[in-house]
């Protein structure tokens, strides 16, 4: 499975402390000949925080794709009807985000973006990116695990010792997962 002409839309929730990394990701998925789409929570589109300005993230994520961000829910909700992807990346994915897609909440463009395009029965990949997986998220985790079309880019604890409850994809491994996704298969191990 080649990831070339493939269809991604690249969702991006408001771990900023990892923006620069999943950058270079998408990047490298481009290079490989992706078609990506952005896709952006509210928070990730408009928090100018310590790890960048919001506008500066949105310029650079519109030059990847070349095209415009979705950054509302109105935009958002065509995914699925309109069949837009082969794929869907959650990248980086929130433990409040990961809450809400294990509840049915749709109240972000990233929400109902992964909603939107689960109606067609298409893989969603999920990068984790939170301070809480070992905790209050842990239970989010496992359900999402069971759930059909639904696929984790191989995660672990990042810092153990400062951060003991905290969870992060391997973003290195994202091309890799969505290939195995698109086969209907769990890329493994997925635990690091």
Do not use: W
Request: hydrophobic share 40%.
């Amino acid at each position: 499975m080649e990831i070339k002409n493939k269809k991604i839309g690249v969702c991006m929730c408001g771990s900023f402390c990892t923006f620069k990394k999943a950058i270079a990701e998408f990047e490298t998925l481009k290079n490989k000949g992706a078609d990506l789409t952005f896709i952006m929570s509210f928070n990730a589109a408009n928090t100018d925080t310590r790890f960048g300005r919001a506008g500066d993230f949105k310029k650079r994520l519109s030059e990847i794709s070349g095209k415009e961000l979705i950054q509302g829910l109105a935009e958002a909700e065509p995914i699925g009807p309109e069949k837009m992807f082969d794929a869907l990346v959650v990248c980086p994915c929130t433990g409040n985000t990961l809450a809400k897609l294990n509840n049915g909440i749709t109240d972000t463009p990233v929400a109902l973006a992964v909603k939107s395009h689960l109606r067609n029965g298409r893989p969603v990949v999920i990068a984790i990116a939170t301070n809480d997986g070992l905790s209050g998220n842990f239970q989010n985790i496992g359900q999402l695990l069971n759930k059909k079309n639904i696929y984790f880019v191989p995660f672990g604890q990042d810092d153990s010792l400062r951060k003991p409850m905290s969870l992060m994809a391997d973003f290195s491994k994202i091309e890799d997962t969505v290939k195995e996704a698109l086969l209907g298969r769990q890329l493994q191990s997925i635990l690091l």
